[in-house]
């Protein structure tokens, strides 16, 4: 049977991202510094074609799919918003720093939620039943390949969650412009709800020292604490 692949990308800095705002659903535009990070990027390196391109419902999502992919038509999927950050949207930690329940929400690890936002868990389960449905809808449309563009938040999410091999959630993070692809075969799916995260994006990048292509190494330490590594025997991390 006919796996399917899925490229995910995580969407450029936006200008609220540089001056240290909590930016969910507030739009804010990509910053041109972002713009020109991406622009060289798609110069010096190969993003993969596909059949099917989406996004986050975000405008900074949207654009970096653009810049990327030009002739791409994406999809919306609203379930890949970024996380919803209630009272605090827009915001800076110096401008909260006297807001106790914001002192109480960094102290414990960004757990529970902010006033009239969104807690973690109801991001994470939010985000799986989006994934889940694309996955469903891929397999239903018969689309071999796509692309997906999001928040890096929603990203580690998936990957956390699906991922093989196993590893935590930060160890998926990777920056701008950049992301994994990931295989979806159809078998193992219905059984067990993985994908094999097989490739870093973009391809092409020789110079395996680049800040750029930093997910490179993420992604074979991530295996190693995964699946331990020769020089480690059977020592594994707690």
């Given amino acids: 049977m ?85 009272d605090w949207e827009n915001k800076t930690a110096a401008q909260l720093e006297g807001d106790s329940a914001f002192q109480t929400w960094v102290k414990n690890g960004s757990k529970g939620a902010p006033p009239n936002g969104e807690s973690g868990d109801v991001f994470l389960r939010r985000v799986c039943m989006g994934f889940e449905a694309l996955v469903r809808n891929l397999l239903l449309k018969k689309q071999y390949t796509s692309v997906l563009v999001a928040h890096g938040g929603v990203l580690m999410s998936i990957l956390s969650v699906y991922g093989l091999p196993r590893a935590n959630f930060y160890d998926w993070m990777c920056e701008e412009g950049c992301g994994y692809s990931i295989r979806i075969h159809p078998s193992l799916w219905m ?30 330490e991530a295996a190693e604490r995964a699946y331990g590594s020769e020089d480690r025997g059977s020592d594994k991390d707690e």
Avoid: W
Avoid at 191 to 217: C, K
């Fill in 2 to 86: 006919r796996s399917y692949v899925i490229h995910l990308l995580r969407n450029g800095a936006c200008e609220g991202n540089l001056e240290g705002r909590y930016i969910g659903r507030t739009e804010s535009p990509l910053a041109m510094s972002s713009v020109k990070k991406l622009v060289e990027k798609k110069s010096l390196f190969q993003y993969p074609q596909a059949e099917a391109y989406f996004a986050s419902p975000s405008t900074r999502c949207v654009d970096t799919l653009k810049i990327l992919y030009p002739q791409a038509d994406p999809e919306v999927i609203f379930e890949m918003a970024e996380c919803d950050f209630g």
């Fill in 191 to 220: 059984r067990s709800q993985v994908a094999e995260v097989f490739d870093t994006l973009p391809y092409g990048n020789s110079n395996s020292q680049s800040r750029d292509h930093i997910v490179i190494d993420l992604a074979r």
